[in-house]
T-cell receptor, first 115, second 117 residues
């Protein structure tokens, strides 16, 4: 069975601080996709990144960066110099490449950036 | 309109009512999804349609009835719901389903906040 764990239920930081959201996953598959989505108060899930399991290169996009460590089954997300607009619930998700290919989500981390 | 739209954004209904949720995608995608997001529970996949055919039904009660008349539209018909069905219902679409490639990446709508009294 596949499982995604986001142990941090809520995080609150002051603007301009760096913050890391943790994601740990479980799967028996050797190949899979990992995702991060952002859910602002308006409700829609905004796609942030997709990472294939055989590509362990870390990625940076502006203030966002992702650290994929296959050895520890983790796919952590760091926001540098956080801003109030980053306040949202962030979801990590896993999807098989073969088989049912269901997108399995973690519980989400509610991030609050205080001015 | 761009992306994935959902109407209504908010819905309050009694347990004996019949209502429908509508989703429309403007991305030219071939697959559409319904998810349920309850408080304190992970997002739950309800239904998947690919090329207007239902390809997945995750043990959803029959009081939820999906309909996909074409690849751009997806409906969720609701009848005799229970208070525990109150949740945010999210629609998503992807370019394809089941290819195991990046064309399976799902893009979500804003959701319908449903309250069952």
């Amino acid at each position: 069975a596949q499982k995604v764990t986001q142990a941090q239920t809520e995080i609150s930081v002051v603007e301009k601080e760096d913050v890391t959201l943790d994601c740990v996953y479980e799967t028996r598959d050797t190949t899979y996709y990992l995702f991060w989505y952002k859910q602002p108060p308006s409700g829609e899930l905004v796609f942030l990144i997709r990472r294939n399991s055989f590509d362990e290169q870390n990625e940076i996009s502006g203030r966002y960066s992702w650290n994929f460590q296959k050895s520890t089954s983790s796919f952590n997300f760091t926001i540098t110099a956080s801003q109030v607009v980053d306040s949202a619930v962030y979801f990590c998700a896993l999807r098989q490449i073969q088989g049912a290919q269901k997108l399995v989500f973690g519980q989400g981390t509610r991030l609050t950036i205080n001015p | 309109e761009t992306g994935v739209t959902q109407t209504p954004r908010h819905l309050v209904m009694g347990m004996t009512n019949k209502k429908s949720l509508k989703c429309e995608q403007h991305l030219g995608h071939n697959a559409m999804y319904w998810y349920k997001q309850s408080a304190k529970k992970p997002l739950e996949l309800m239904f998947v349609y690919s090329l207007e055919e239902r390809v997945e039904n995750n043990s959803v009660p029959s009081r939820f009835s999906p309909e996909c008349p074409n690849s751009s539209h997806l409906f969720l018909h609701l009848h005799t719901l229970q208070p525990e069905d109150s949740a945010l219902y999210l629609c998503a679409s992807s370019q394809e389903f089941g290819r195991g490639t990046d064309t399976d990446t799902q893009y979500f709508g804003p959701g319908t906040r449903l309250t069952v009294l």
